[in-house]
């Protein structure tokens, strides 16, 4: 067995994919609001005062919901994949610039695997996600035609306050979107780092705006066993909802690693192709140089074309 040196490695962090996966919570949030849109229609159609009762129905019955768990199927294993692809470039540059004659051992790397796992995560997560979103929404919904029953107000008050409400909202959407890239992306890096077999460690890394976070700022620079809680409940990002940290393994790696090696011949052709097919993001330096230019709030510019 290597021997794991903990810090001895700085591998890349979340927050260096930051741009990228904001693109996809922006691209998540409009797909469900769409989705959400849809659902909200389903679940009022030929609704009367004497039929109130099927609209709760209907926003329990996980058939209403099919729009939104396909948006979140096909979204979050997107984003699982990147997450398993962004550790696998990280694991091969850190071992092999480290010690050539762990190539043997890479080349063993069941990665094939670690997207299969992705995948299958991301249609139980969708499921379970829209079952939360099913038995959430059915009592509110029956709050809400219990008032409009007692008011006798026309049907279409009801309609108006269902849709203007929280529980089909764009903010309910962003919330998910955020949360839910944020899940994602961890789990796929977790995924990834499972079947390396090299990484046994992780620690928690705050995004920028989560440095002031109650919650996340004393996670920041954990390190724990892969599964082990950092803190009471939580064993991996998100930590609340809106959480933006990210998890970056503990490799085992031997002493001499220096990342200034050059990668093997063949290696260096393959460059980390992310979300959206193009060249890596911004590194930690990169960002921080942007933050002291630009401030804490508006970093992102600086890398905006
Ligand atoms: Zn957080």
């Known amino acids: 067995m290597i021997t794991f040196k903990a810090d001895a490695t700085p591998m890349p962090e979340r927050r260096q994919y930051a741009d990228e996966l904001e693109r996809a919570e922006d691209a998540l949030e409009a797909a469900l609001v769409a989705a959400l849109r849809t659902v909200a229609r389903r679940t009022l159609v030929g609704v009367s005062a004497e039929t109130a009762d099927m609209a709760r129905a209907r926003a329990a019955d996980l058939a209403t919901w099919q729009p939104v768990r396909d948006v979140l199927a096909a979204h ?32 063993g790397i069941a990665w094939d695997l670690a ?25 509110r919904i029956q709050l809400l035609i219990a008032e409009w029953l007692t008011n ?39 995924m990834a780092w499972s079947r390396s077999g090299v990484v046994d460690r992780h620690r928690w890394s705050t995004s920028v705006d989560e440095l002031v976070c109650p919650i996340c700022a004393p996670l920041h620079n954990k390190i724990v066993v892969v599964g082990a809680e950092f803190a009471l409940g939580i064993t991996s990002p998100p930590a609340h909802t809106r959480c933006r940290c990210g998890l970056s393994p503990v490799v085992a790696v031997a002493d001499e690693y220096d990342p200034a090696v050059d990668l093997p011949v063949g290696l260096e052709n393959q460059p980390y192709v992310g979300l959206a097919g193009k060249a890596p993001p911004p590194s930690v330096a990169d960002i921080e140089r942007a933050i002291a230019q630009h401030g804490r709030q508006n970093w992102r510019r600086a890398f905006r074309p």
């Not at 398993?84 to 480290?98: F, K, Q, S, Y």
């Not at 299969?116 to 009592?139: F, R, Y």
């Not at 929280?166 to 961890?186: D, K, L, Q």
């Open 152 to 190: 006798g107000e026309p049907l279409y008050v009801l309609a108006e306050r269902i849709q203007d409400g929280y529980i089909y909202s764009a903010e309910r959407a962003r919330a998910i979107a955020v949360t839910e890239v944020t899940r994602a992306f961890a789990e796929g890096n977790m």
């Open 76 to 107: 979050l294993q997107r984003i699982a994949e990147a997450g398993a692809d962004a550790v696998r470039t990280d694991i091969e540059r850190t071992m092999l610039g480290v010690k050539r004659d762990m190539s043997a051992l890479l080349g």
């Open 115 to 139: 997207h299969a796992d992705a995948i299958a995560w991301a249609i139980a997560s969708a499921g379970a996600l829209v079952g939360e979103m099913a038995m959430n929404t059915a009592p």
